[in-house]
Protein backbone atom coordinates (compact mmCIF):
# COMPACT_ATOMS: atom_id res chain seq x y z
CA UNK A 1 0.00 0.00 0.00
CA UNK A 2 1.71 3.38 -1.05
CA UNK A 3 0.42 7.14 -0.65
CA UNK A 4 1.09 9.62 -2.84
CA UNK A 5 4.71 10.36 -4.51
CA UNK A 6 6.02 6.62 -3.81
CA UNK A 7 9.23 5.64 -5.30
CA UNK A 8 10.33 2.85 -5.71
CA UNK A 9 13.93 2.99 -7.80
CA UNK A 10 15.18 0.65 -10.25
CA UNK A 11 15.76 -3.21 -9.14
CA UNK A 12 13.62 -2.87 -6.17
CA UNK A 13 12.47 -6.22 -4.65
CA UNK A 14 9.56 -5.83 -1.81
CA UNK A 15 8.11 -7.89 0.23
CA UNK A 16 3.90 -8.11 0.65
CA UNK A 17 2.11 -6.56 3.02
CA UNK A 18 3.91 -3.46 2.93
CA UNK A 19 2.71 0.05 3.73
CA UNK A 20 4.60 3.42 2.35
CA UNK A 21 3.77 6.94 3.66
CA UNK A 22 3.47 9.61 0.79
CA UNK A 23 6.66 10.61 -1.26
CA UNK A 24 8.43 7.23 0.39
CA UNK A 25 11.68 7.10 -1.96
CA UNK A 26 13.36 3.37 -1.77
CA UNK A 27 17.10 2.91 -2.89
CA UNK A 28 18.02 -0.06 -5.61
CA UNK A 29 18.00 -3.56 -3.20
CA UNK A 30 15.96 -6.76 -2.17
CA UNK A 31 14.51 -5.78 1.09
CA UNK A 32 14.19 -9.01 3.32
CA UNK A 33 10.76 -8.67 5.09
CA UNK A 34 7.58 -7.05 4.88
CA UNK A 35 7.92 -3.07 5.58
CA UNK A 36 5.91 -0.31 6.95
CA UNK A 37 7.42 3.15 6.77
CA UNK A 38 5.00 5.66 8.43
CA UNK A 39 7.59 8.91 7.65
CA UNK A 40 6.87 10.85 4.64
CA UNK A 41 9.39 12.19 2.37
CA UNK A 42 11.52 9.39 3.77
CA UNK A 43 14.27 7.40 1.48
CA UNK A 44 14.57 3.84 2.73
CA UNK A 45 17.50 2.09 1.90
CA UNK A 46 18.84 -1.87 2.65
CA UNK A 47 22.30 -1.44 4.15
CA UNK A 48 23.18 -5.10 3.63
CA UNK A 49 27.22 -4.37 4.90
CA UNK A 50 25.79 -3.86 8.17
CA UNK A 51 22.69 -5.73 8.69
CA UNK A 52 20.30 -3.14 9.20
CA UNK A 53 17.53 -0.81 7.48
CA UNK A 54 18.36 2.63 7.14
CA UNK A 55 15.14 5.40 6.91
CA UNK A 56 15.97 9.17 5.77
CA UNK A 57 13.14 11.04 7.17
CA UNK A 58 12.85 14.37 5.09
CA UNK A 59 15.15 13.56 2.43
CA UNK A 60 13.15 15.07 -0.32
CA UNK A 61 13.15 18.62 1.83
CA UNK A 62 17.17 18.33 2.17
CA UNK A 63 18.47 17.05 -1.40
CA UNK A 64 15.83 16.98 -4.13
CA UNK A 65 13.94 19.87 -3.73
CA UNK A 66 13.74 20.42 -7.21
CA UNK A 67 12.03 17.18 -7.86
CA UNK A 68 9.81 17.21 -5.62
CA UNK A 69 8.43 21.05 -6.54
CA UNK A 70 8.66 20.16 -10.10
CA UNK A 71 6.64 17.04 -9.86
CA UNK A 72 3.60 18.60 -8.36
CA UNK A 73 3.45 21.14 -11.31
CA UNK A 74 4.31 18.13 -13.93
CA UNK A 75 1.56 15.95 -12.28
CA UNK A 76 -0.76 18.90 -12.84
CA UNK A 77 -0.29 18.75 -16.60
CA UNK A 78 -0.65 15.17 -17.23
CA UNK A 79 -3.95 15.41 -16.09
CA UNK A 80 -5.98 15.13 -19.41
CA UNK A 81 -9.38 14.66 -18.02
CA UNK A 82 -12.20 16.40 -20.22
CA UNK A 83 -13.83 17.42 -17.07
CA UNK A 84 -12.18 18.81 -14.10
CA UNK A 85 -14.66 19.83 -11.51
CA UNK A 86 -13.82 16.98 -9.30
CA UNK A 87 -10.59 18.80 -7.81
CA UNK A 88 -7.56 16.58 -7.59
CA UNK A 89 -4.38 17.21 -5.33
CA UNK A 90 -1.22 17.52 -6.17
CA UNK A 91 0.67 19.54 -4.06
CA UNK A 92 3.30 17.42 -1.25
CA UNK A 93 1.89 20.04 1.16
CA UNK A 94 -1.54 18.82 1.65
CA UNK A 95 -4.22 17.61 4.50
CA UNK A 96 -3.36 13.73 3.84
CA UNK A 97 1.02 14.43 3.92
CA UNK A 98 0.83 17.13 6.78
CA UNK A 99 -1.05 14.37 8.92
CA UNK A 100 2.02 12.15 8.05
CA UNK A 101 4.30 14.49 9.11
CA UNK A 102 3.15 14.87 12.53
CA UNK A 103 3.11 11.08 12.67
CA UNK A 104 6.10 11.42 11.53
CA UNK A 105 7.58 13.99 13.95
CA UNK A 106 5.66 11.63 17.30
CA UNK A 107 7.84 8.40 15.94
CA UNK A 108 11.26 11.06 15.57
CA UNK A 109 10.21 12.00 18.70
CA UNK A 110 10.02 8.76 20.01
CA UNK A 111 13.19 7.06 18.95
CA UNK A 112 15.34 9.98 19.95
CA UNK A 113 13.71 9.09 23.55
CA UNK A 114 14.32 5.97 23.48
CA UNK A 115 17.75 5.43 21.51
CA UNK A 116 19.86 8.37 23.19
CA UNK A 117 21.06 7.44 26.55
CA UNK A 118 20.41 10.55 28.94
CA UNK A 119 20.53 8.85 32.36
CA UNK A 120 17.04 6.93 33.51
CA UNK A 121 15.18 5.39 30.73
CA UNK A 122 12.16 6.35 30.19
CA UNK A 123 9.03 4.79 32.02
CA UNK A 124 6.34 4.68 29.23
CA UNK A 125 6.54 5.92 25.58
CA UNK A 126 4.85 8.50 26.35
CA UNK A 127 7.69 9.92 28.97
CA UNK A 128 10.36 8.46 25.29
CA UNK A 129 8.33 10.86 23.42
CA UNK A 130 8.17 13.75 25.84
CA UNK A 131 12.03 13.01 26.44
CA UNK A 132 13.17 13.24 22.69
CA UNK A 133 11.26 16.52 22.11
CA UNK A 134 12.97 18.28 24.73
CA UNK A 135 16.13 16.73 23.34
CA UNK A 136 15.08 17.87 19.69
CA UNK A 137 14.14 21.12 20.81
CA UNK A 138 17.07 22.01 22.65
CA UNK A 139 19.27 21.90 19.39
CA UNK A 140 21.87 19.96 21.07
CA UNK A 141 21.39 16.97 18.87
CA UNK A 142 23.77 16.60 15.72
CA UNK A 143 22.81 14.72 12.81
CA UNK A 144 25.31 12.19 13.06
CA UNK A 145 23.26 10.95 16.26
CA UNK A 146 22.72 7.31 16.54
CA UNK A 147 18.77 6.91 16.59
CA UNK A 148 16.98 3.61 15.97
CA UNK A 149 13.01 3.00 15.52
CA UNK A 150 10.96 -0.14 16.25
CA UNK A 151 7.75 -1.35 13.97
CA UNK A 152 9.23 -0.71 10.65
CA UNK A 153 10.53 -3.88 9.55
CA UNK A 154 9.60 -7.39 10.72
CA UNK A 155 12.52 -8.35 11.63
CA UNK A 156 14.87 -8.32 14.64
CA UNK A 157 17.47 -6.65 13.12
CA UNK A 158 18.19 -2.62 13.56
CA UNK A 159 16.26 0.04 12.15
CA UNK A 160 18.23 3.44 11.92
CA UNK A 161 16.97 6.91 11.50
CA UNK A 162 19.84 9.41 9.63
CA UNK A 163 19.63 12.92 10.31
CA UNK A 164 16.70 13.04 12.96
CA UNK A 165 17.86 16.58 13.94
CA UNK A 166 17.23 18.28 10.23
CA UNK A 167 14.37 15.89 9.50
CA UNK A 168 12.46 16.97 12.99
CA UNK A 169 13.58 20.79 12.30
CA UNK A 170 12.04 20.81 8.67
CA UNK A 171 8.85 19.03 9.26
CA UNK A 172 8.13 21.29 11.94
CA UNK A 173 8.90 24.32 9.43
CA UNK A 174 7.01 23.17 6.75
CA UNK A 175 3.83 22.44 8.95
CA UNK A 176 4.32 26.31 9.78
CA UNK A 177 4.71 27.25 5.92
CA UNK A 178 1.84 25.31 4.70
CA UNK A 179 -0.53 26.64 7.43
CA UNK A 180 0.73 30.49 6.71
CA UNK A 181 0.67 29.68 3.16
CA UNK A 182 -3.13 28.68 3.42
CA UNK A 183 -4.04 31.71 5.23
CA UNK A 184 -2.16 34.15 2.87
CA UNK A 185 -4.12 32.58 0.16
CA UNK A 186 -7.26 33.11 1.75
CA UNK A 187 -6.39 36.91 2.85
CA UNK A 188 -5.87 37.25 -0.94
CA UNK A 189 -9.07 35.45 -2.39
CA UNK A 190 -11.39 37.64 -0.06
CA UNK A 191 -9.41 40.77 0.48
CA UNK A 192 -9.22 40.80 3.94
CA UNK A 193 -8.06 44.22 5.18
CA UNK A 194 -7.30 43.41 8.65
CA UNK A 195 -6.49 41.19 11.45
CA UNK A 196 -9.85 41.17 13.30
CA UNK A 197 -11.71 40.49 9.94
CA UNK A 198 -9.32 37.43 9.77
CA UNK A 199 -10.25 36.04 12.86
CA UNK A 200 -13.65 36.20 12.28
CA UNK A 201 -13.52 34.91 9.12
CA UNK A 202 -11.23 31.95 8.97
CA UNK A 203 -13.28 28.02 9.51
CA UNK A 204 -12.86 26.49 13.29
CA UNK A 205 -9.61 24.98 13.07
CA UNK A 206 -10.00 20.88 12.19
CA UNK A 207 -7.33 18.54 11.93
CA UNK A 208 -9.15 15.31 10.76
CA UNK A 209 -7.97 12.24 9.28
CA UNK A 210 -7.89 12.53 4.99
CA UNK A 211 -8.34 9.44 2.90
CA UNK A 212 -6.98 9.77 -1.42
CA UNK A 213 -9.50 8.43 -3.09
CA UNK A 214 -8.14 8.32 -6.62
CA UNK A 215 -6.38 11.51 -6.18
CA UNK A 216 -9.37 13.28 -4.51
CA UNK A 217 -8.38 14.17 -0.81
CA UNK A 218 -11.83 13.52 0.89
CA UNK A 219 -11.67 13.44 5.05
CA UNK A 220 -12.02 9.44 6.55
CA UNK A 221 -15.59 10.89 8.33
CA UNK A 222 -17.05 12.30 4.28
CA UNK A 223 -15.67 8.65 2.92
CA UNK A 224 -17.26 6.39 5.85
CA UNK A 225 -20.20 8.91 5.16
CA UNK A 226 -20.17 7.81 1.16
CA UNK A 227 -19.92 3.84 1.84
CA UNK A 228 -22.61 3.56 4.89
CA UNK A 229 -25.00 5.57 2.13
CA UNK A 230 -24.03 3.17 -0.46
CA UNK A 231 -24.88 0.23 1.98
CA UNK A 232 -27.77 1.26 3.18
CA UNK A 233 -29.18 2.38 -0.52
CA UNK A 234 -29.49 5.94 0.14
CA UNK A 235 -26.97 6.53 -2.58
CA UNK A 236 -27.87 3.48 -5.10
CA UNK A 237 -26.44 4.68 -8.47
CA UNK A 238 -22.96 5.85 -9.70
CA UNK A 239 -24.78 9.45 -10.93
CA UNK A 240 -25.27 9.81 -7.40
CA UNK A 241 -21.61 8.86 -6.37
CA UNK A 242 -20.09 11.25 -8.67
CA UNK A 243 -22.33 14.09 -7.65
CA UNK A 244 -21.01 13.25 -3.54
CA UNK A 245 -17.31 13.44 -5.20
CA UNK A 246 -18.66 17.10 -6.75
CA UNK A 247 -19.97 17.83 -3.04
CA UNK A 248 -16.51 16.85 -1.31
CA UNK A 249 -14.81 18.69 -4.04
CA UNK A 250 -16.46 21.78 -3.22
CA UNK A 251 -16.19 21.73 -0.02
CA UNK A 252 -12.31 21.08 -0.03
CA UNK A 253 -10.71 24.35 -0.01
CA UNK A 254 -12.58 25.55 3.02
CA UNK A 255 -11.50 22.32 4.92
CA UNK A 256 -7.89 22.46 4.23
CA UNK A 257 -8.08 25.78 5.64
CA UNK A 258 -9.69 24.28 9.05
CA UNK A 259 -6.80 21.60 8.75
CA UNK A 260 -4.22 24.35 7.61
CA UNK A 261 -5.19 26.38 11.22
CA UNK A 262 -5.36 23.72 12.95
CA UNK A 263 -1.85 22.30 11.88
CA UNK A 264 -0.19 25.33 12.68
CA UNK A 265 -2.00 26.07 16.33
CA UNK A 266 -1.03 22.37 17.26
CA UNK A 267 2.67 22.47 16.24
CA UNK A 268 3.40 25.90 17.77
CA UNK A 269 1.47 24.55 21.19
CA UNK A 270 -0.98 26.96 20.99
CA UNK A 271 -4.66 28.30 21.37
CA UNK A 272 -6.72 29.77 18.89
CA UNK A 273 -7.09 32.75 21.19
CA UNK A 274 -3.02 33.11 21.72
CA UNK A 275 -2.87 33.64 17.97
CA UNK A 276 -2.43 37.22 17.95
CA UNK A 277 -1.71 39.59 15.41
CA UNK A 278 2.01 39.74 16.50
CA UNK A 279 2.64 36.12 16.38
CA UNK A 280 0.36 35.58 12.78
CA UNK A 281 3.11 38.32 11.54
CA UNK A 282 5.81 37.04 13.46
CA UNK A 283 5.12 33.75 11.19
CA UNK A 284 4.74 35.21 8.16
CA UNK A 285 8.26 36.42 8.09
CA UNK A 286 8.92 33.03 8.52
CA UNK A 287 7.21 31.58 5.80
CA UNK A 288 8.62 34.46 3.45
CA UNK A 289 12.27 33.02 4.64
CA UNK A 290 10.74 29.30 4.35
CA UNK A 291 9.87 30.03 0.55
CA UNK A 292 13.26 31.95 0.15
CA UNK A 293 15.09 28.97 1.09
CA UNK A 294 12.87 26.63 -0.95
CA UNK A 295 13.55 28.23 -3.80
CA UNK A 296 16.81 28.62 -3.15
CA UNK A 297 17.28 24.46 -2.71
CA UNK A 298 15.42 23.98 -6.09
CA UNK A 299 17.89 26.16 -8.00
CA UNK A 300 20.68 24.31 -5.88
CA UNK A 301 19.59 21.04 -6.97
CA UNK A 302 19.06 21.49 -10.56
CA UNK A 303 22.37 23.17 -10.14
CA UNK A 304 24.49 20.07 -9.05
CA UNK A 305 23.68 18.64 -13.00
CA UNK A 306 25.52 21.61 -14.24
CA UNK A 307 28.47 20.78 -11.78
CA UNK A 308 28.73 17.16 -11.71
CA UNK A 309 31.96 16.28 -13.60
CA UNK A 310 30.36 12.73 -14.18
CA UNK A 311 27.24 14.56 -16.31
CA UNK A 312 29.97 17.16 -17.77
CA UNK A 313 32.24 14.17 -18.81
CA UNK A 314 30.17 13.53 -22.49
CA UNK A 315 30.51 17.05 -23.38
CA UNK A 316 33.56 18.70 -24.89
CA UNK A 317 32.76 22.37 -23.58
CA UNK A 318 30.40 23.96 -21.50
CA UNK A 319 28.87 25.77 -24.35
CA UNK A 320 28.09 21.97 -26.09
CA UNK A 321 26.45 20.97 -22.88
CA UNK A 322 24.03 24.45 -22.66
CA UNK A 323 23.06 23.27 -26.43
CA UNK A 324 21.72 20.34 -25.39
CA UNK A 325 20.69 20.62 -21.87
CA UNK A 326 20.02 24.03 -21.98
CA UNK A 327 21.13 27.07 -19.58
CA UNK A 328 20.34 27.08 -16.05
CA UNK A 329 19.17 30.55 -16.22
CA UNK A 330 16.56 29.91 -19.17
CA UNK A 331 15.09 26.94 -16.90
CA UNK A 332 11.61 27.28 -17.16
CA UNK A 333 10.27 25.98 -13.51
CA UNK A 334 13.26 27.85 -11.72
CA UNK A 335 12.01 30.93 -13.26
CA UNK A 336 8.70 29.96 -12.49
CA UNK A 337 9.83 29.56 -8.87
CA UNK A 338 11.47 32.74 -8.75
CA UNK A 339 8.75 34.85 -9.79
CA UNK A 340 5.97 33.02 -7.21
CA UNK A 341 8.93 33.37 -4.82
CA UNK A 342 8.46 37.32 -5.44
CA UNK A 343 4.30 37.46 -5.39
CA UNK A 344 4.47 36.04 -2.42
CA UNK A 345 7.21 38.30 -0.67
CA UNK A 346 4.70 40.74 -2.14
CA UNK A 347 1.82 39.15 -0.92
CA UNK A 348 3.03 39.04 2.49
CA UNK A 349 4.88 42.88 2.51
CA UNK A 350 0.90 44.31 1.60
CA UNK A 351 -0.48 42.17 4.52
CA UNK A 352 2.02 43.87 6.74
CA UNK A 353 1.34 47.30 5.68
CA UNK A 354 -2.41 46.78 5.30
CA UNK A 355 -2.87 44.95 9.13
CA UNK A 356 -0.38 47.85 10.11
CA UNK A 357 -3.01 50.87 9.01
CA UNK A 358 -5.85 48.95 10.29
CA UNK A 359 -4.52 48.50 13.38
CA UNK A 360 -3.25 51.93 13.69
CA UNK A 361 -6.67 53.32 12.34
CA UNK A 362 -8.44 51.40 15.48
CA UNK A 363 -6.19 52.92 18.19
Sequence with gaps: IADRGFWPGLCVSLKHNSQFASFTIIAKGDFPAELNIPI???LVSNDVSHNKLIVMPGYWFMYNM???????GKYASRDKRTDKSIFYEYDYLAPDTVNEMFAGLEMMEQAVGSSLPAGKNPSSPAAARARGARLLTQGQLKDDAEVYAEGMENTDRKVQLVKVPRAWQLF???????????IVQFIEDNKIRSFATLTKTLPAPRREKWKNIGGQLMTEAAVNSLLKGISSGKIA?????????????EAYPQQKLAHALASLLEVQGISRSQFTQARFLELLEEAVRTREWMTRTIFESRAKDYQNPFRKMVYDTDREMEKV????????????QQQELAQFRAQALQIKQVFGKAKAGKR
Design 40 to 42: PFS
Design 66 to 72: YALARNA
Design 172 to 182: REFVRYYGISQ
Design 237 to 249: SWDEVHAFYRQQS
Design 325 to 336: IGKLKDNAFINQ
